[in-house]
């Protein structure tokens, strides 16, 4: 009896293609992508929001085109950029101002694009339990008991007082300078009252004039430092909220879905030079992730308890699958037992998600600049230039016109006709309205943060 040799999946998808190529016309062969590089290796941090990375994987997305994908597991999001700037990651799940930052030179200079938004609404505040003790003595409750949502920072401003009149200083996490945590943490404190600090050319701790120190911690290692007392609570994405809920030694206090509705959260970041030079792979590592997005997000959610087992394991997130299904299902738990319905937490497609919008990027870049991590003012021109020279939403419409083309995709899933500008908004937690084709006149509405002509060492407030 002869012994026929296995043959692997990805060997039938590259004969399936060879057989296509001999038999189409040449009018579908322009049609059709020929990644110019097929094996990649992707890097990500162990959070729920990497989910379109591993669902396009394991859903067999990425080999549907052409594609054969590794994925690393990451130490810290510095060293996640520094591999993708020096090649050794083709891409990576990305925070949404790592592109921005490093193509302006905010830390290591670089230039980044992104043409693929990965999530709407991802991340929480947490508190310790003393901490929250102190506050919820302020709070009102609704009917059933429990304390109205949103929760402002008013309410923790008290709590930092009494650290201050003991001469403690009152700490708190956040996972790195130019990260959304950073941004929506700064925002919430500022709102409610609280000084968050400020950047300079001479002083990139960020904490001047602040009344609350934040400090960078990798997203895994939150909750035991704040266990251990070394900060009294945190910004981080899931499912780090929910595991010290579950570990019994913190309170998250609200979602980034209250301190700006529908915010986008994390993007997929490659080099400018890979985009350029790969152009066809760039878009058919696009195709695989804006189906992994309409994946989890269709039929009201169907797919999230399959995702939810995909990413408990140890190569992806690696945490208990209750705990990740705890946001990724629908609900969210703040106190222990807490639990209300949250149906717009992690949205993967929905409401445009997975699309780059230049307005996104230019939020980014006023909070920068309200911050002093951007030291000097800067026309509105040069906030549209940025967000184009990053954000790249040609590469994610060719993309997506291809799905349609396979079918796979319906023309009502993308955004029509856009500007790449979305409406102006006040879904904020303080109600400010935000226009972006109009940074610089929204940067004066702030009462805490950085004027036009004022830095770090000058600021008004």
């Not at 004969?15 to 322009?30: E, I, M």
């Not at 929506?184 to 609350?212: C, K």
Request: no cysteine; aromatic share 10%.
């Amino acid at each position: 009896m002869v012994r026929l040799p296995k043959i692997s999946r990805r060997s039938i998808l590259l004969l399936v293609a060879a057989a296509q190529l001999s038999t189409v016309s040449t009018g579908a062969l322009a049609e059709m992508l020929f990644p110019e590089k097929a094996e990649l290796t992707f890097g990500f941090i162990k959070l729920t929001d990497m989910a379109p990375l591993a669902v396009a994987k394991e859903m067999h997305f990425f080999e549907d085109e052409g594609l054969y994908v590794t994925l690393e597991p990451q130490a810290n999001w510095k060293v996640l950029l520094d591999r993708v700037i020096t090649g050794e990651l083709d891409g990576a799940h990305m925070l949404a101002g790592q592109p921005l930052a490093a193509t302006i030179g905010y830390g290591t200079e670089a230039h980044i694009v992104t043409p693929f938004s990965m999530d709407l609404n991802g991340n929480a505040i947490t508190v310790s339990n003393a901490v929250w003790d102190e506050m919820k003595k302020t709070l009102p409750l609704n009917p059933e008991g429990k304390p109205e949502h949103p929760i402002s920072a008013a309410a923790l401003k008290p709590v930092v007082e009494q650290y201050r009149a003991a001469s403690k200083p009152f700490n708190m996490g956040m996972v790195f300078p130019v990260s959304t945590h950073n941004y929506e943490l700064r925002y919430w404190l500022a709102a409610g009252g609280l000084n968050p600090g400020f950047y300079s050319p001479s002083d990139t701790s960020g904490q001047i004039e602040a009344d609350v120190l934040l400090s960078v911690t990798p997203p895994p290692q939150m909750p035991a430092t704040m266990e251990a007392g070394t900060i009294q609570g945190y910004s981080v994405g899931e499912p780090w909220n929910q595991a010290a809920v579950f570990k019994g030694i913190g309170v998250p206090v609200i979602t980034d879905h209250d301190i700006w509705n529908d915010n986008p959260e994390k993007v997929f970041g490659m080099t400018a030079a890979f985009a350029e030079q790969n152009p066809q792979t760039a878009i058919a590592v696009t195709k695989a992730l804006i189906r992994a997005g309409k994946w989890l997000d269709e039929n009201d959610g169907a797919n999230r308890a399959e995702a939810v087992e995909i990413l408990s394991r140890p190569e992806y997130v690696g945490a208990d699958a209750q705990v990740i299904a705890n946001s990724m299902t629908g609900t969210f738990e703040y106190e222990k037992g807490d639990v209300r319905p949250a149906p717009a937490f992690n949205i993967f497609f929905a409401k445009n998600a997975t699309y780059p919008f230049y307005s996104d990027a230019v939020w980014y870049l006023t909070q920068m600049r309200r911050w002093g991590q951007i030291s000097e003012d800067r026309p509105d021109s040069w906030y549209d230039e940025t967000a184009r020279r990053v954000y790249r939403p040609d590469i994610y419409m060719a993309a997506a016109q291809s799905l349609i083309a396979d079918g796979l995709l319906a023309a009502s899933d993308v955004p029509e006709g856009t500007d790449g500008y979305k409406p102006a908004t006040d879904a904020f937690i303080d109600g400010v309205a935000y226009d972006g084709r109009k940074p610089n006149e929204y940067l004066t509405r702030f009462e805490i943060g950085l004027k036009a002509g004022e830095t770090a060492a000058s600021p008004s407030n």
